[in-house]
């Protein structure tokens, strides 16, 4: 078998089960890219852009945050709070999503809230990108 099986999976089902070429993501420690013959690994997941490399070389962009990946036996799973294909954003949601998130950072006072703010910020701010491509 030249590929690596795939699994991502979200609170909402399940976003791409199959085979795959590779997956990159962001992790809290960085960019991990996972192909075949990748040792065993576990990483917590960051809010960044995924990319899935599927079998025929097609890309697909993704937005993803929150999570973990694991690969374990030359399969990759990812279980994210959040994983959204490119061609499922809504781009005026996420526009809306930036614009409150900087009204928000804006009135914020206490830590807490700022620290909210800027992740809400965040992942606005990659779903815009992964949209625009």
């Keep these: 078998m030249n590929d690596l099986i795939v699994r991502i999976a979200t609170p909402d089902g399940e976003a791409f089960s199959g085979e795959a070429k590779s997956i990159l993501v962001k992790t809290t420690e960085g960019d991990v890219q996972v192909m075949r013959g990748h040792t065993d690994y576990f990483a917590a997941l960051g809010t960044g852009r995924a ?7 097609t890309e697909r962009l993704a937005a993803c945050s929150g999570g973990f990946i694991t690969v374990s036996g030359g399969e990759v799973s990812v279980v994210a709070t959040t994983f959204e294909f490119s061609d499922t954003i809504d781009l005026a949601r ?14 914020a006072k206490e ?3 700022i620290e909210l703010a800027k992740a809400k910020l965040s992942r606005a701010l990659v779903r815009i990108f992964v949209a625009g491509k």
Excluded: I, M, P, V
Aim: negative net charge.
């Design 51 to 57: 990319k899935l490399t599927l079998c025929d070389g």
């Design 94 to 107: 996420a526009e809306t999503a930036r614009e409150n998130a900087e009204a928000l950072l804006s009135a």
């Design 111 to 113: 830590q807490r809230d």
